[in-house]
């Protein structure tokens, strides 16, 4: 005899496969299901279902969309174009509301360790817009990792021939941190980049 | 124009319903699930929507269950009741795989600061099995708060003119831990409840 009946170990194993979702914490979202009514059991089922019929990638920049082309390419200026790695980059850079053009979603970085190439991310797709596409600048979203780092140079090496401002986003000391505890890279990273006042 | 498109947010927002959940926890949550297969999706649905259709509570003990009766009620002995404020209390026990007598779930502890009487929590129930099953022993474990503490006090006032044999759970220095870091209330308890070696 298990301790926990079928129906709530079942429903704690899918909740297992979030994110950071251990057994205990498991154990207290399907307890809270048990405490919800029945429509919003079925409300919350069907949102599940949903997301996976509804959400596909713009044909245009790889983001999330309900449509073919999602409401960024459809109503923005297209001669920037921010690249990022995922989804939610352009999520994080959208809360901002301070970029007006468009994105390109990688769906990956470049990461020979782990066998990902240049091909198995969207890098051609990126040059067939720039060539299609009035571009004038590209700016380079990636995250400040190695990996991040590396497509970053990759994807502007392809892109210079082509006439198109490739920029990267300022590395430096975070705003309202200290001196004292920012790392040694970064803070090497701030003295190289140091801007005139 | 929102930031998140609709079936994203909507599933976010169901989430976020979840104990501890916020809105940036909700998001990665979100997002594993855009990546499951429709499959997993699927699977994931049906659990939350048969938690609420199978789940119901045991007519004896008031912890859930898939039947009439449950298991543990089913399958153990009935002389010694164990009462706990909540189903998860019970989890906390049989994990211990220690306890081989029946439980009582009185869903909730008297709480008149919040509104809760002792007609509100399951105490009339456990009255009547007591006296209609052969119980020796009732074991308060009710938590070692305020309310708990009342309602455990409370509780063992209407049993012992029955004549059964009411109980606590011992309250003193927890195993491993060191004195010097007991609360004082904890530390002052293990001293009047101490034992002869």
Known sequence: MDIFIEPIGRLMNEFS?????????????AYRVIRMSEEEAEAFAKAIVNIKKQVRFCSVCGNFTVND??????????SVVCVVKEPKDVIALE???????????????????????PNDIRIKEL??????????????ATNPDVEGEATA???????????????????GIPIGSELEYADEVT???????????
Chains 1, 2 share one sequence.
């Open 153 to 171: 140079m990759y994807i502007a090496k392809l892109l210079k021939p082509l006439g198109v401002k490739v920029t990267r986003l300022a590395h």
């Open 127 to 140: 040059l067939e817009r720039i060539n299609k596409e009035n571009v004038s600048e590209v700016i380079m």
């Open 69 to 78: 082309v999602c409401d960024i390419c459809k109503s923005r200026d297209h």
């Open 17 to 29: 496969k979030l994110p950071g979702v251990g057994k205990k914490t498991a154990q207290r979202y």
């Open 187 to 197: 803070l090497a990273r701030a003295l190289i980049d140091r801007k005139e006042l």
């Open 95 to 117: 809360k901002l509301r301070e970029f007006r053009g468009v994105y390109h979603v990688l769906h990956g970085v470049i990461d020979p360790m782990n066998g990902v190439t």
